[in-house]
């Protein structure tokens, strides 16, 4: 797919307070989020599939068996999502982009993300992300030149501030299906049963 690689970094560190128990391990048609997460970035080619754990970690590490997936624990979870995205992005070490995701985007497909790196390597652009509910978001993939601006995130913000700050440059992937993910038991009791 790529001349050259392109990793997957999952953030799967929070300690989901709003569902109450770790949304990770809900399962959707038989599989849990994380699970599902870590197999369709594996199917859409991207290596390595970087995970990060945090909230939690020793119950989720089972749920990774079987996949070709790299385990990264975030000891600083509690410190929010910056600091999970620059542990996972420290971990990778010689691809030329990286695919980030989050697990609870529950109608994402591998479609999706093929469509996604597809639309990256074809535009050229050095950032590729996805457009819903009026917003940017993830999945996205960010060329090495982001890899400085993501590992020194910290805090509770992810890259949206970077994929703001660069969005006249960005390749937009149209991606309504984005829009839904799981914050509590509302959503999840929508979205598992549609």
């Not at 391990?25 to 038989?30: D, I, T, V």
Request: with cysteine.
């Amino acid at each position: 797919m790529f001349e050259d690689s392109c990793a997957a970094l999952i953030l799967a560190a929070g300690a989901s307070k709003r569902l109450g128990h770790p949304k990770q391990l809900l399962r959707l048609n038989g599989e849990t989020l994380l699970h599902r997460a870590a197999r369709l970035a594996t199917e859409a080619g991207c290596s390595p599939v970087v995970v990060v754990l945090g909230y939690e970690a020793e119950m989720l590490i089972p749920d990774l068996e079987g996949l070709n997936v790299q385990r990264v624990i975030n000891q600083n979870w509690q410190q929010g999502m910056g600091s999970s995205l620059a542990c996972g992005i420290a971990a990778i070490e010689d691809a030329q982009d990286a695919l980030l995701m989050v697990c609870d985007q529950v109608r994402l497909t591998r479609a999706d993300l093929t469509h996604l790196l597809d639309l990256h390597r074809r535009s050229a652009a050095s950032l590729t992300v996805s457009s819903y509910a009026g917003r940017l978001g993830v999945p996205a993939v960010f060329s090495r030149s982001y890899f400085p601006s993501l590992a020194a995130l910290s805090g509770d913000r992810g890259a949206r501030d970077i994929i703001e700050r660069n969005r006249s440059r960005a390749a937009i992937y149209d991606f309504p299906d984005g829009a839904e993910d799981v914050d509590n038991a509302a959503d999840w009791q929508r979205l598992a049963d549609p």
